[in-house]
């Protein structure tokens, strides 16, 4: 990298070694579903022309996903421990390639918080949390939350949420009389905190849910992972922990709508959990560095027919 700069200012909040992180996880392509390719230098003013824009499609929805990883990286950081990064990765790409959107660039990564979340930015951008990995079993578990935010992304629940943050904020400056440019200036902002701190809607959550429910028993996963993973965080959140899947509401009509879903679709039980291979790629390396998948992991990734 030529000028590192750019980089370091574009994560003020984070540190170097999160935009490092971030820029490692590119690389990845699998079953034609690329990764996609972050241009850290560009993302400032990216975001600033389209999240600005008045009218928002969906040529806007890159600048705007990246606009929320830019919070979220800022937020928590990126985990540096690049063989489970990478493990995200390769999980994320198998169930997006069962998606309409299987050919667009998509982002997945790994934020180094303890806190219990997951998180996507219109665009193909998601984010799951070290805690939320921590609470997993297995691979069916990650794939199904994975694919949860995966939904957000091809229903365009994120852009839908920025259309009414702006639809709002475009109101409030007519009532006000000021200037729209003015206001359009922390359009960026407001989209953010609708996204990543205020959440979606009881409806779009389900609508992700029963995405999620598609996708991971397409890619060849046991659809109830989701189902596992949510009714235990439901129990813990009943137990009084904090913390846990704050953004994502209605849990008990959530765990009731996906298991009358894997029922009548016949799916749950069927396809793999890969308890296994989740916590080889989720527990401590054991050593340090860079730590290279062995030659035939690509293959057993690959989604089935």
């Known amino acids: 990298m030529k000028d590192k700069t750019p980089t370091v200012r574009l994560f003020v909040a984070g540190s170097l070694t999160a935009a490092v992180a971030l820029l490692a996880m590119i690389p990845f392509n699998m079953g034609g579903c690329g990764v996609g390719n972050i241009d850290v230098m560009q993302m400032a003013s990216g975001l600033n022309k389209g999240v600005k824009a008045a009218g928002m499609n969906e040529k806007n929805e890159p600048a705007i996903g990246q606009a929320v990883s830019l919070a979220l990286t800022n937020t928590y950081?990126?985990?540096?421990?690049?063989?489970?990064?990478?493990?995200?990765?390769?999980?994320?790409?198998?169930?997006?390639?069962?998606?309409?959107?299987?050919?667009?660039?998509?982002?997945?990564?790994?934020?180094?918080?303890?806190?219990?979340?997951?998180?996507?930015?219109?665009?193909?951008?998601?984010?799951?949390?070290?805690?939320?990995?921590?609470?997993?079993?297995?691979?069916?578990?990650?794939?199904?939350?994975?694919?949860?935010?995966i939904g957000h992304v091809v229903k365009q629940h994120g852009l839908h949420a920025a259309q009414q943050a702006a639809a709002a904020d475009a109101g409030l400056t007519a009532a006000s009389g000021t200037s729209a440019g003015a206001s359009f200036g922390n359009l960026s902002d407001k989209v953010v905190d609708?996204?990543?701190?205020?959440?979606?809607?009881?409806?779009?959550?389900?609508?992700?849910?029963?995405?999620?429910?598609?996708?991971?028993?397409?890619?060849?996963?046991?659809?109830?992972?989701?189902?596992?993973?949510?009714?235990?965080?439901?129990?813990?959140q009943k137990?009084?922990?904090?913390?846990?899947f704050s953004t994502h509401p209605?849990?008990?009509?959530?765990?009731?709508?996906?298991?009358?879903?894997?029922?009548?679709?016949?799916?749950?039980?069927?396809?793999?959990?890969?308890?296994?291979?989740?916590?080889?790629?989720?527990?401590?390396?054991?050593?340090?560095?860079?730590?290279?998948?062995?030659?035939?992991i690509r293959p057993v990734f690959q989604a089935t027919p």
């Open 77 to 149: 950081g990126v985990t540096d421990d690049q063989r489970l990064a990478q493990y995200v990765v390769l999980v994320g790409q198998t169930v997006a390639s069962r998606t309409s959107r299987a050919d667009q660039p998509w982002v997945f990564g790994v934020l180094n918080t303890d806190t219990v979340n997951a998180f996507s930015g219109p665009g193909g951008y998601v984010w799951i949390t070290r805690g939320a990995l921590r609470q997993m079993r297995d691979e069916s578990e990650l794939a199904g939350v994975l694919g949860h935010e």
């Open 239 to 244: 137990a009084g922990t904090p913390n846990l």
């Open 250 to 296: 209605g849990m008990d009509d959530r765990i009731k709508r996906i298991s009358s879903q894997i029922s009548s679709a016949g799916t749950g039980g069927r396809g793999a959990t890969l308890k296994e291979r989740f916590e080889r790629f989720t527990s401590k390396p054991p050593t340090v560095g860079m730590i290279d998948f062995p030659v035939d």
């Open 194 to 236: 609708v996204i990543v701190k205020e959440g979606f809607s009881q409806p779009q959550e389900f609508e992700a849910d029963a995405e999620s429910v598609k996708y991971t028993a397409a890619a060849g996963y046991d659809p109830n992972g989701l189902l596992h993973f949510l009714t235990r965080i439901r129990d813990e």
